[in-house]
């Protein structure tokens, strides 16, 4: 995959990992992947489904209500009969 330039490509990637919580790279390689599933490879073409991707996530949360950093905030709230636990040292 050689590396693009494109400030805006980068951009929309870089909104994507964020929303996604991943890495730029992994969010730059999840669109590569979309856009070889659909035959395309200029810039233009990537750029939409980048943005298409992102629009999307977006949506999702906002369907959803709870964000990525919400849901993980709820995981680590200890439970009733675990919060008095204290590991050794």
Not at 23 to 48: F, T
Not at 76 to 82: C, D, I, T
């Amino acid at each position: 995959m050689p590396l693009i330039e494109d400030h805006h490509y980068l951009k929309i990637c870089a909104q994507l990992a964020s929303t996604l919580s991943i890495s730029i790279a992994a969010a730059r390689r999840k669109v590569e992947v979309a856009a070889a599933k659909e035959g395309k490879k200029d810039l233009q073409s990537r750029k939409e489904i980048a943005q298409k991707i992102l629009d999307q996530t977006i949506e999702d949360d906002k369907k959803h209500s709870d964000s990525a950093s919400a849901s993980f905030d709820q995981l680590l709230k200890a439970l009733k009969e675990e919060e008095n636990f204290m590991l050794e040292d």
